[in-house]
């Protein structure tokens, strides 16, 4: 009896050890359309990265973390053109500039933690919001916010990309 106790307060402390929260609106468009059983047509999306706001007092996460999506995004078969370096304040701006990039789509969000959380292990964790905008209207098209955190062997660049790649499934 006090075995089946204490293993069942190990799995609960495991658990509650890494932890990811997902929240989206729908998924992203699919860059793969399903004709029938055996083909599918490839849609050539375009979108414009802005580098993602920096909420953090860590040094340069907007960069890393866009860095991270750009790379998810490509794997997945978007065209990508990424303003990572450009100070991008406004969406009309961001709209503007995924105009002059002839892009359908247009990506920014913000980094609202990205660190190492204190303690024995030090565990990473991270936070972030992407917002997928249409160029021409302006509007809305698909959102994601995501939090995760991993066991203090992991990395924040591998908490990030996983938890990217969670957000960005269909």
Not at 2 to 7: E, G
Not at 25 to 43: C, E, F, G
Not at 60 to 82: D, F, H, M, P, S
Request: proline share 2%; aromatic share 6%.
């Amino acid at each position: 009896m006090k075995n089946r106790i204490l293993l069942a307060l190990l799995a609960l402390f495991l658990i509650g050890c890494s932890s990811t929260t997902i929240v989206t609106t729908k998924s992203l468009p699919p860059v793969y359309v399903d004709i029938n059983k055996t083909h599918q047509i490839k849609n050539d999306i375009k979108i414009t990265l802005i580098n993602l706001n920096n909420y953090t007092d860590t040094p340069r996460a907007g960069q890393r973390a866009t860095n991270i999506v750009e790379g998810i995004l490509l794997a997945k078969g978007y065209q990508v053109i990424t303003h990572i370096n450009t100070n991008i304040i406004t969406l009309q701006t961001a709209q503007k500039k995924a105009q002059a990039d002839e892009s359908k789509y247009f990506l920014t969000g913000g980094i609202s933690e990205w660190r190492y959380k204190t303690g024995i292990d030090g565990e990473p964790a991270v936070s972030l919001q992407l917002s997928l905008y249409d160029t021409k209207s302006g509007e809305i098209v698909w959102s994601a916010t995501g939090a995760d955190s991993d066991w203090g062997t992991g990395s924040i660049g591998t908490t990030a990309q996983n938890l990217i790649s969670k957000m960005t499934r269909k």
